[in-house]
Each structure stands twice: as structure tokens, then as C-alpha cells.
């Protein structure tokens, strides 16, 4: 079993930056993919970012080159900076790792953006 445990949510003003980590409870070394979902209050819950083996990152189409995936801490670690933060980027934020097509999720980190 597999924990996820993220941090780095809060308020910010519109066009501000936040910066998510999610860090797994054991070693995963990097082998399989790992990122983030979000849900807004009456929507899905929608992809956003992941990176997969060997580097490889993939953003949702709304993201236009504002965020940023990474991977730090011996591969354990995944994080998302956010940068020219809007209004409608206002969610939970889920960090999100997938093990042989099983998913685990974090527990969630809100992210506010006000005007």
C-alpha cells in the first residue's frame, strides 16, 4: 500500500504562484507515473499533469505553460508549480500515482485564487 501526502495549497491572488509537492510513503524510485488531478466544486475531477519513466511530462490543455512537473527527492517526490495563477484554477488538487493501472490519490490540497 501506497500513501500519498501532499502540501503546499492556500489562497493566492489572481496571476500569483503556489507550488504543490506530494511525496509517497515508500519507495517508488521513479518507475511509474505520478501527478496531478484537480476538482472544482461541480465538476470532475480533470487530468493536469504527470510525468511518467524517463521524463516525460504531460499537462492538461488549459495549463498553457504555466505549470511546471517535477520529480525531486530520490524519485519519491512529484511537485507543481503554478505560476500566472487564475480565478477558474480554483480546486482540489490531488496528487495522484499509478501502480501496474491501479490508481492512489492523496488526500487533496485546496487551492484558491481570488481576483
Known amino acids: 500500500q501506497v500513501q500519498l501526502v501532499e502540501s503546499g495549497g492556500g489562497l493566492v491572488q489572481s496571476g500569483g504562484s503556489l507550488r504543490l509537492s506530494c511525496e509517497a510513503s515508500?519507495?517508488?524510485?521513479?518507475?511509474?507515473?505520478m501527478g496531478w488531478y484537480r476538482q472544482a466544486p461541480g465538476n470532475e475531477r480533470e487530468f493536469v499533469a504527470h510525468?511518467?519513466?524517463?521524463?516525460?511530462?504531460r499537462y492538461g490543455d488549459f495549463v498553457k505553460d504555466r505549470f511546471t512537473i517535477s520529480r525531486a527527492n530520490a524519485k519519491n517526490q512529484v511537485n507543481l508549480q503554478m505560476n500566472s495563477l487564475k480565478p477558474e484554477d480554483t480546486a482540489i488538487y490531488y496528487c495522484?500515482?499509478?501502480?501496474?493501472?491501479?490508481?492512489?490519490w492523496g488526500q487533496g490540497t485546496q487551492v484558491t485564487v481570488s481576483l
Open positions: 515508500r519507495g517508488i524510485n521513479g518507475i511509474w507515473p
Open positions: 510525468i511518467i519513466p524517463g521524463g516525460t511530462v
Open positions: 495522484n500515482l499509478k501502480i501496474r493501472g491501479r490508481d492512489y
